[in-house]
């Protein structure tokens, strides 16, 4: 499709779900018909005062798409409620869903490759861990972006076999990646802890 190169779109599992970068193109209703989407998951959040988000959500509820808004920080550590909903959004949205953040390279690309742990298990953290190339994705991450990459690794150490969502509920805290991480060489991978400020950091 001509859109899905300007709009960064790619399959994240066909059919199910796909990854996109915000449509600064426009033509965002055309779009979403032409791969049949039913449900956008928008990682930059709720922004009731920019044009692009009301542009979306009207799009959005004039389809009949459900629009769903969650808020991740490529450079902060996501809190367990960030990622628990984030699973519950993959749960409980029709599919084909479409996952967005601004350009479709970093948080998107996290948020594929935890739809990938959480769908596959871990005998898919390769196939979550391609979802950071540089091509065809154009995942290029600053110093403070590169946690990004390490997370599926972090993820199965930590679970030891437990599912993904089970693991997330019960054990993940993001000051243990965030250690995991440091104790690893990548202390400048990250900028700090989602809603913690840098004074209250462990």
């Not at 950071?132 to 403070?144: D, E, N, V």
């Not at 599926?152 to 150490?157: N, S």
């Not at 202390?187 to 989602?194: A, N």
């Amino acid at each position: 499709m001509l859109l899905d190169l300007p709009y960064n779109f790619h399959w994240i599992a066909r059919g199910e779900a796909a990854r996109a970068a915000q449509a600064y193109v426009g033509f965002l209703p055309s779009f979403l018909r032409a791969h049949r989407i039913q449900a956008v998951i928008n990682l930059r959040g709720q922004n009731p005062g920019h044009l692009w988000w009301k542009y979306e959500t009207r799009v959005c509820r004039n389809l009949g798409v459900v629009h769903r808004d969650a808020k991740f920080n490529s450079r902060q550590l996501p809190s367990q409620r960030m990622l628990i909903e984030l699973v519950d959004a993959f749960d409980s949205l029709p599919r084909p869903f479409l996952v967005k953040c601004s350009g479709g390279q970093d948080r998107t690309a996290f948020a594929a490759a935890v739809f990938l742990l959480h769908r596959g298990g871990w005998p898919a953290v390769a196939q979550a861990e391609q979802q950071f190339a540089l091509w065809p994705y154009f995942h290029w991450p600053r110093t403070q972006q590169r946690w990004l990459r390490l997370f599926p690794g972090f993820a199965r150490e930590s679970a030891d076999g437990k599912p993904l969502r089970a693991w997330l509920q019960h054990f993940y805290h993001a000051g243990d990646f965030g250690d995991w991480l440091e104790a690893r060489g990548h202390s400048g991978s990250f900028k700090g802890l989602y809603g913690v400020s840098s004074t209250n950091e462990p």
